[in-house]
């Protein structure tokens, strides 16, 4: 090689590998990590939340509508079987298709399962209809306590005599009593006609009883004597009072034909039975009956 002559000098740099992020491709996969065990805790909050009932009706959801679990027909997956019985097509529903598809076993009877049917579903009509004039007369019922309760909060004259009110159901009806208090009776000692306090609650009540159509039936209640007596002329006195109080209700416009009944119990019935000598025993009781309305006279009768 000549002096003026150089060398070449060919540097090799190897780069090093340290400290890299090697790409993106493990957030993916953390990424999956993180959504299947979220799923899977999911699926058992799920499992202790449904009850046994909605279990087996998930697993009838998802239950093979193919396979056949007997050996009815031809057996196998293709085995024929008509539906409503264990055969193909039947698993997971057959107690709904036997329910839904009333087919008689035997051919000579297919009449009388079907009178019965047709019995079943009129008693189930009615069944209906009845709780839901029921439920209708339930929130008449509600609606008129309410009303009155009202009444007696927003009348100055009715709120100091709310106390001489007691508004229940019982199986017979809405019972509106008119309770005698300390010192505030319903009616003056041995007099059948109602005091002024209890003509101002008639008058009140009698509104509320227009806004239904049902009949009414009213009670004379009568307290025992301080010896525990209970004279014999208090079941003429309960009878009258309560007849009495039937007159101030037509006076404000009850129908006559609304009332039903009218009778007097004398000291029978005690509010209080383990002191029959309260003044809370002497009461006049109005029940708005539980039955269907009176239905006007058709023309011509």
């Known amino acids: 090689m000549s002096v003026g002559d150089q060398p070449i000098i060919i540097k090799k740099i190897k780069k090093g590998g340290g400290g890299g992020h090697h790409g993106g491709a493990w957030k993916v996969a953390y990424a999956d990590f993180v959504t299947a065990m979220m799923a899977f805790f999911l699926l058992m909050w799920l499992i202790n939340t449904t009850s046994p009932e909605q279990k087996r009706g998930i697993a009838d959801y998802f239950a093979p509508a193919s396979v056949s679990e007997t050996t009815s027909g031809a057996g196998g997956i293709l085995g024929g079987s008509a539906l409503g019985k264990e055969g193909s097509k039947s698993a997971g529903s057959s107690d709904v298709i036997e329910e839904l598809a009333p087919s008689s076993r035997n051919p000579n009877d297919g009449d009388s399962k079907e009178g019965s049917k047709g019995k079943s579903q009129a008693e189930l009509a009615a069944e209906a209809q009845a709780q839901a004039q029921q439920a209708a007369e339930q929130a008449a019922f509600s609606s008129a306590?309410?009303?009155?309760?009202?009444?007696?909060?927003?009348?100055?004259?009715?709120?100091?005599?709310?106390?001489?009110?007691?508004?229940?159901?019982?199986?017979?009806?809405?019972?509106?009593?008119?309770?005698?208090?300390?010192?505030?009776?319903?009616?003056?000692q041995g007099q059948t006609a109602p005091n002024d306090r209890a003509k101002i609650l008639l008058r009140a009540i009698s509104k509320i009883i227009n806004q239904l159509p049902n009949r009414i039936s009213l009670y004379g209640h009568t307290s025992a004597s301080a010896n525990g007596a209970k004279p014999e002329s208090d079941w003429q006195l309960s009878a009258s009072r309560a007849n009495a109080s039937r007159q101030v209700l037509q006076a404000s416009g009850v129908e006559a034909d609304r009332v039903y009944q009218v009778s007097g119990k004398a000291g029978s019935e005690p509010l209080y039975p383990d002191d029959p000598t309260l003044p809370g025993n002497r009461r006049i009781a109005i029940v708005l009956l539980r039955e269907a309305p009176v239905l006007p006279p058709e023309p011509g009768l």
């Open 145 to 188: 306590a309410q009303s009155l309760r009202q009444a007696l909060q927003s009348m100055p004259e009715l709120a100091e005599l709310s106390k001489n009110i007691i508004i229940d159901e019982t199986p017979e009806g809405l019972r509106i009593q008119l309770v005698d208090q300390e010192g505030r009776s319903m009616f003056n």
